[in-house]
Structures are given as C-alpha cells and as structure tokens.
C-alpha cells in the first residue's frame, strides 16, 4: 500500500467512523509498511516468534551464514544440529523443516498464494505447523498488500482498538472485528492506524 492509498483510505475511515476523525489530527496517517514475499519471509516469521526483534535479527544473522541461500532445499537438507547452533529451538526447527517439506512436496507453495483469495490464503498458511491465523493475516497484510484484513488477535490492536473506542477494557478478538466491521474496505489500513495510534497517542 502506497502513502497515496493509505491517505484516500484515512480519509474513507474518517468518514465512516468519528472515532477515526477525532484521533486522525493529533497522530497522522501511518506510514506504509512491506515485507517481501516468498519462502524466506515464512522462514524468518518461524525464527521471530516469541522473541525481540533484536534477538530473531541476530538469529536471522546467523542462518544467514549457514545458509546463504534460504530457499526450501536448503533448510530440508541442512543439519537440524547447524540450526540449533544458530538459535534455533528445535521446536522452530521442526517448524522450519515441516514449512521446507511442504513446499518440495507440492502441499504449500509460498509464490501461489498471491493467486488466493484472502481465505484461501489464510487456510493454506494456516496449514503448516507453527503459523497460525495472526501469521497468516500478517502475511496478507505486509507481504501480499492486502487492503481489507484486521489481524485481531494481536494485543496492541486490540489496546489501540480499546482506547480508541474509549472502552473499559481491550475487546476481545470477536469483538474487535465486530467493532471494525465498518471499516471495509480498508480495514488493513485501520489496523495500521491502529499500531501507529498506540505508539504515539497524545496524553
């Protein structure tokens, strides 16, 4: 998504919901994020999990030695024991290997999926061991620049979502949708309204 997008997109969201509007002048339009496609980007969500970013960096560093070239073959034929040394848990390992299989075997392919609809995107991600619907969702929105997808399993969502909504307390997951519900078509770019409100709401 553009800053040319994201700005018709705030100006739509405005429009449709005034607890957009009141909150847009004191924050600004949220600036655009991507991720690159492919088979590399489920691998280095599989090494983030759970961890800081400066840790899942470091360990990213190290895979990156060992395997300079991140593709499936690669990490199937690779020695789990080079992955554990490099950080990995063998948890992620089983993860990153189960992910490489699946892809050599025909069952997963992270190039089709830009030809899926955003369910179908979602079921096939959420396929594989170890990515669930926030995964995927996340996928959609960063990586296959999805505009209408609402990640609402991820907490600072729902903390921005319940602030912005001046509620007692964070919604849960169900209710979070519930509450963008009106946001369509553009609810990927409420999401990201949503995480730049949360880092930089005014007092």
Request: hydrophobic share 45%; glycine share 8%.
């Amino acid at each position: 998504m553009t800053p040319d997008t994201i700005a018709q997109a705030m100006r739509e969201l405005a429009q449709a919901d005034p607890d957009i509007a009141r909150a847009l002048p004191g924050v600004g339009a949220p600036p655009p994020r991507q991720r690159d496609r492919g088979f590399s980007t489920f691998f280095s969500t599989i090494v983030s999990q759970q961890l800081s970013v400066e840790a899942a960096r470091a360990i990213m560093g190290r895979v990156n030695t060992v395997l300079p070239e991140l593709h499936a073959r690669a990490v199937s034929e690779i020695e789990g024991q080079a992955l554990r040394d490099a950080g990995l848990s063998w948890r992620k390992i089983g993860y990153a290997k189960g992910l490489a299989d699946a892809e050599l075997a025909g069952t997963f392919s992270a190039d089709d999926l830009e030809h899926l609809s955003d369910e179908e995107v979602v079921a096939a991600i959420t396929a594989l061991k170890g990515f669930g619907r926030w995964s995927a969702e996340i996928y959609l929105m960063f990586s296959l620049g999805r505009p209408d997808v609402f990640p609402a399993d991820d907490l600072a969502l729902r903390v921005a979502l319940g602030r912005l909504k001046r509620l007692d307390d964070k919604p849960t997951p169900a209710r979070a949708r519930q509450l963008v519900e009106h946001w369509a078509p553009w609810r990927s770019v409420g999401a990201l309204f949503l995480w730049h409100y949360y880092r930089g709401e005014p007092l």
